[in-house]
């Protein structure tokens, strides 16, 4: 998906990181500690961002706690609109969701069209107690009625705008950007 030159920059590195220990803090806080909880991001960029969250939970709380990713190309509702040949990452979900309280992990959060998704999938694999959603924007122009327990921010935007957000080498969040699409 092309995207244009930076038209704003929405957050810097160190204030997406501080945004990711509220969320984090938000989470043990809302749930009464880490006990029952565990992550799955969404590939590929929740992943990332699940990653920042359970290294803040570990800080803040101690715990060490179970970490997923989940795929959800064959889930999505317009496979047949994508490349014939979608890029495939595949589910890593190592534990039982079955009374679990999951915390479901993206970083933007448009349409709901992919958390929609993502439920489905989560539901095929066993039922969770409880699904709870964190997202780092939450760029609004919603299609379905979903809304995120976590949010980082919100950034209205329009349909021809798209947000980046950068992942570093070591799976630190950067910069978070917003961008015109390029048509």
């Known amino acids: 998906m092309p995207i244009g030159k930076v038209k704003k920059i929405l957050m810097n590195e160190e ?61 999505r509702d317009d496979l047949t609109k994508l490349n014939q040949h979608p890029v495939v990452m595949g589910n890593d979900i190592g534990f039982q969701l079955e009374n679990k309280n999951i915390i479901l992990v993206d970083d933007v959060l448009f349409s709901g ?31 379905l009625p979903i809304q995120a327990d976590y949010v980082g921010r919100n950034v209205p935007t329009s349909e021809n705008e798209y947000i980046n957000v950068e992942v570093k080498s070591g799976g630190e969040i950067g910069a978070v950007t917003l961008h015109d699409r390029e048509v």
């Open 15 to 75: 204030t997406a990181n501080r945004v990711v220990r509220r969320i984090a803090y938000e989470i043990t806080e809302r749930n009464k500690g880490a006990g029952n909880l565990v992550l799955i991001g969404i590939q590929k960029k929740g992943v990332d961002l699940a990653k920042a969250v359970k290294r803040c939970i570990k800080d803040t709380e101690g715990a060490d706690i179970p970490l997923g990713s989940l795929d959800i190309t064959f889930y």
């Open 113 to 143: 069209r992919t958390i929609r998704a993502a439920i489905d999938e989560l539901f095929d694999m066993g039922r969770p107690d409880k699904i709870e959603l964190a997202v780092l924007i939450d760029r609004g122009n919603r299609e």
